[in-house]
């Protein structure tokens, strides 16, 4: 009798998922019962007979409840063990094989501190990131070295003159990767000495974020070029390298750099509220978890489609309580504009980062006026809501 | 004119997606040119002149037709330095910002020499591993550790068994991790041994394959432990760990064993036709070009939910015309039992690896038995298909 184990002696510590699945409650339950099974033995269940692998092994319903006719909510407790203590095979967990069933959404997850404990977390969070830059009254603005196609000479006059105009971040666009027409090296040496000669006459502190997202055997060799170039920070398209290499870099006292993850690649995991991954836990939970200290998401009202009570809810999945994990800041972009910022700063007040790209050279030609002008109008807004 | 290139000296040598797009004429043509702008520059499109940038970054709708009066169909080309040469931001340019869109799936793509030059692709192929193995006349045959909970001592018996009984492959299950009931190493050794041991008796070549699907600093060190332990290939969750980590492993000299790739987590991608990318594209071309020499993917009938149309396009995407980067073995697995074997011979022939876990449990208590029912069936079908 194979399926009594040898030994399991685990601690009875559970972390929860709470999953929201399609159907009736008939179809909703089985749905619940599977994701029990399908996440842990994925094994016929009524081979396993009672004994310790039912009892501990197997996911446990915790609660199960009606959201409307046609979906339901359950709370599903998993062995802290099961995760191994990594994150990989946590995130497998969570969302593993029934990514492959339709009508399962994870909405969030909590971890008790046992399991919390094996994870840093980002290395400086909002809190951090405010003394990293000095910025302490107001969001922090950023911007994005773009259109590819432009070289490493041409990239860092632009980053000068954003530096110039008093922004506080500049990143590199995402799709700037090792091009032969833009290579990674010469560009990130060439932006990070614009951004460093800018602060020397403007007395300012702005950080340049090269884009690190790279082949896996090259990706660490790329952070530690960075960072000795002089850049401030990295921006990783997590879904592409995996959440766990940010983790990895983000972990790594040799890099000890505050690290933007970018949203490409696993939009597929939030188009549908049938399925997949909430916005909350995708761009807010895991991307924290997995030592992002900002995540980017597109903004409402943008190009993109997020409604904006999905960019809340990534807001409140970047500050709930995860133990020692920090709160990370939210970071819109993606379209936006200067004349929203009254009304994106009445929604996210200063705990956030604006990312503005295109639309910082759509004011006209002077590169660094133009960004006076937003960092102005951010401070204006930010004095006037202040005021009210 | 900050937006007319240094120097822009392109090969001319193009990509080429084949995009689903949903919605009418003009709905699909405007998702077309967006995809062209919001793969590349990122950046208004209206603010680039005519010039390099716009000629040169931009894709290029190469062909539109209309599937349904709400489906489109379009091809569009990308120059193939845009990639870098590089996996991540290829699969970027493929789908990355715009996964954060709703309609619009990656269907399929095609790649010039000069790109595909740039990717070795699965070390072993189908012919490899048949060689690798030594089964040249029928399907191989592949079975699963677990449940999850066994501790390393049981999982061996169950492979020493499974070996024994003349299976081919033995995977670890891919919820099998670190945990402390069941550690890596103690895991790896055992079961390597366990079938190391059965060959001697049986005078065959069984391969066990360690699930590798860990932390990414410790992933490389993890696959070198398995290798000294006598594996005979590597499972890996690409998807968690990043399809360019498993480029990584396939092309390490030091390593050099078959790898199995495992679907998930990326199962949202192809839940819906009219967004993501399609089961072609991802469990064929994608985790093949990323160097996979088997691509598990949940077959038809089983308790996923792939159709059987699906299925049939990832054996196509396993073995399309890819230059140099070699056929692949389609891996149907999840929930299936012997008495589909007929089936399933009908529909997948030789070319493929069947894999069978919890039904060979079923079976009876005799594991050795089961195994060798197992594959007596599939050589009685595969002589009686070739009879007839």
């Known amino acids: 009798v194979i399926f009594y184990p040898d030994h399991l002696d685990l601690s009875g510590e559970r972390f929860t998922v709470t999953y929201r699945l399609v159907g009736d409650e008939i179809t909703a339950m089985e749905r619940a019962k599977d994701i029990c099974v399908e996440q842990t033995v994925e094994f016929p269940a009524d081979l396993v007979p009672p004994g310790p692998i039912r009892e501990q092994i197997f996911g446990r319903i915790e609660s199960f409840s009606s959201l409307d ?50 994870f840093k977390g980002p290395r400086y969070g909002r809190q951090g990131l405010r003394v990293y830059t000095g910025i302490t009254h107001r969001p ?10 432009l070289s490493p000479r041409q990239l860092a006059e632009l980053a000068y003159q954003f530096a110039l105009g ?28 614009a951004v460093l000669r800018a602060n020397q006459e403007t007395g300012r502190r702005c950080m340049y974020f090269p884009n690190i997202t790279s082949p896996a055997d090259i990706l660490l060799k790329n952070a530690h070029y960075a960072r000795s170039a002089g850049a401030g920070g990295l921006v990783i398209t997590a879904g592409l390298t995996g959440l766990d290499t940010m983790r990895s870099l983000a972990d790594d006292d040799g890099i000890s750099l505050p690290i933007l ?21 995708l761009y807010g939970q895991l991307m924290r978890l997995a030592g992002a200290d900002a995540s980017i998401y597109p903004n409402y009202g943008g190009r993109f489609s997020f409604s904006k009570s999905a960019c809340c809810s990534i807001i ?14 939210p970071a819109p972009g993606g379209g936006m504009s200067l004349g929203r910022i009254p009304e994106m700063n009445a929604c996210y007040g200063k ?24 960092v102005e109008k951010v401070e204006e807004e930010v004095k006037r809501a202040e005021g009210t």
Chains 1, 2 share one sequence.
Not at 140 to 149: E, W
Not at 354 to 369: A, F, K, N, S, T
């Open 69 to 118: 006719d046609t979906h339901y909510q359950a709370e599903i407790s998993f062995a802290v063990e099961i995760s191994g203590f990594e994150l990989p095979q946590l995130i497998n967990v969570l969302f593993g094989n029934i990514s492959i069933k339709p009508g399962i959404r994870v909405e969030s997850f909590r971890l008790p501190q046992t399991l919390l404990s094996a």
């Open 140 to 149: 922090l603005l950023c911007t994005a070295l773009k259109p590819m196609g």
């Open 166 to 193: 008093g922004i506080d971040l500049i990143k590199d666009d995402h799709g700037l990767a090792n091009q032969s027409f833009c290579p990674f090296e010469e560009r990130v040496s060439r932006c990070a000495e």
């Open 261 to 281: 993850s970018h949203p490409a690649f696993i939009g597929s995991f939030v188009t549908s509220e049938e399925q997949g991954i909430s916005h909350y836990a």
């Open 316 to 329: 409140e999945g970047t500050c709930v309580d995860m133990g020692h994990i920090l709160p990370i800041f």
């Open 351 to 374: 705990e956030v980062i604006y990312l503005i790209g295109g639309d910082l050279h759509r004011q006209g030609p002077d590169l660094v006026e133009n960004t006076r002008r937003f």
